[in-house]
């Protein structure tokens, strides 16, 4: 499937998944490495906006981010 098939959700759920696997990957818990404090607080902030119900920016406004447009 490519991207420009997906949903917005199936787009929100992949993304999601990467930046799980990024996280696994560069914060080992057995290596007690620090999250800098400025990262953890962003962490924190899109984890209550996700809780309080926001989703995120609009997709458009993170396909022009990305530099997307066509």
Do not use: F
């Not at 949903?7 to 696994?24: F, G, M, N, Y």
Request: net charge negative; with cysteine.
């Amino acid at each position: 499937m490519q991207v420009k098939d997906m949903t917005v959700e199936q787009l929100s759920d992949l993304i999601r998944h990467i930046v799980e696997q990024c996280l696994d990957e560069y914060l080992d818990p057995d290596e007690e490495k620090e999250i800098k404090a400025e990262v953890k607080q962003q962490l924190i902030e899109s984890l209550n906006s996700t809780k309080a119900g926001e989703r995120g920016i609009p997709l458009d406004e993170a396909v022009k981010k990305l530099g997307l447009n066509r």
